[in-house]
């Protein structure tokens, strides 16, 4: 479960603080799915940063499977966000230099504990995005939807708890887009994940099973 109550963030600048986010709240079980929509600047990135614990709140709480991430020292919360939370960002940022395998591997480096089969795993998921015959290929050898496909495999190989998308398909024609939207969707309620996902698009919007708009730093 994720819960978020009250959340605001104040960014300092030179004018005074600025109140990005004023008052957002809302909870998200897992296999739902939540798409956010709103105007540029509206604090969309903003929320899903705090979501994924790259930035504090100024105000309020978040709170994913019984944890406060925010209460956990420095060590713990990397710990806790390798673990827990996967990210698929509207540039792939995938390694050029490694396979598509390997990139989806690369989560699964810095944990001790990843399972013996984890590369079969990476293989599996590859081949459910539809990557299942461009495993040694590099990121410059893909397209741009198979680009996103394989960071959405990479999102998901540790199996975390909340899966959050910032524009995943903001760089994608329309087919290719509505293809990975379309997949995170299927499986994030196919591993009981927690999915939030911005967009601009209101198609992509319309096949979530909730979607609210950030409107003057609150979800509407
Ligand atoms: N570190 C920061 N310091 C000061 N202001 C910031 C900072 N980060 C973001 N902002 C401001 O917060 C507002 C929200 O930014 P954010 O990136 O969350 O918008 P967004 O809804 O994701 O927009 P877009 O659709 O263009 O990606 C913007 O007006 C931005 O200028
Ligand atoms: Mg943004």
């Known amino acids: ?128 995005v539809g990557l299942g015959h461009r495993l040694d290929h590099r990121p410059a050898e893909l397209s741009g939807g198979e680009r996103q496909r394989a960071a959405v495999a990479r999102a998901l190989v540790l199996r975390p708890a909340l899966v959050l998308a910032d524009e995943p398909t903001g760089n994608l024609d329309r087919t290719s887009a509505s293809a990975v939207g379309e997949l995170l969707l299927e499986l994030a309620r196919e591993h009981e994940t927690m999915l939030v996902t911005v967009t601009h698009s209101a198609e992509l919007a319309g096949r979530f099973p909730a979607s609210k708009t950030m409107d003057d730093g609150r979800l509407v």
């Not at 709480?61 to 673990?83: C, H, S, T, Y």
């Not at 480096?109 to 079969?120: E, G, Q, S, V």
Request: charged share 20%; with cysteine; proline share 8%.
């Open 1 to 128: 479960m994720l819960r978020v109550d009250g959340v605001g963030k104040d960014f300092p600048t030179r004018s005074g603080p600025l109140a990005v986010l004023r008052d957002v709240s809302f909870d998200l079980a897992p296999g739902n799915a939540l798409a956010v929509v709103g105007a540029s600047g509206s604090g969309k990135s903003t929320l899903l940063h705090l979501l994924g614990t790259l930035d504090y709140p100024t105000r309020g709480a978040i709170e994913l499977n019984g944890v406060d991430p925010f209460a956990l020292p420095e060590p713990q919360l990397a710990d806790f966000r390798n673990r827990q939370i996967g990210f698929v960002f509207q540039d792939h940022h995938l390694l050029p230099q490694c396979s598509v395998l390997e990139n989806v591997l690369i989560p699964t480096l810095a944990r001790k504990d990843a399972p013996a089969d984890i590369a079969n795993r990476a293989r599996q998921l590859l081949d459910r």
